[in-house]
């Protein structure tokens, strides 16, 4: 499981294209989301911009995307 950060003038667009494809949960007051592997094929296939971020068990965190 990774975590993104999902920009906030993109996130209706991003927001159902996760939950389509799967369980998505929130771990952060701001926009922050764990998504599977899977996910974040979709994502990437899609074009769709996110931030990997730092996963909530303290691993670090990837680049932009999107």
């Known amino acids: ?3 993104i950060r999902i920009p906030e ?3 209706g667009k991003v927001w159902r294209a996760l939950v389509a494809s799967g369980p998505i ?3 952060s007051p701001e926009p922050v ?3 599977s592997e ?3 094929r ?3 296939r899609k074009k769709l911009p996110f931030e990997l971020v730092a996963a ?5 965190a990837g680049p932009t995307h999107g």
């Open 1 to 3: 499981m990774k975590a």
């Open 42 to 44: 979709l994502l990437r």
């Open 9 to 11: 003038e993109h996130w």
């Open 56 to 60: 909530p068990d303290g691993r670090g």
């Open 25 to 27: 949960s929130r771990i």
């Open 33 to 35: 989301y764990v998504v």
């Open 38 to 40: 899977r996910q974040l």
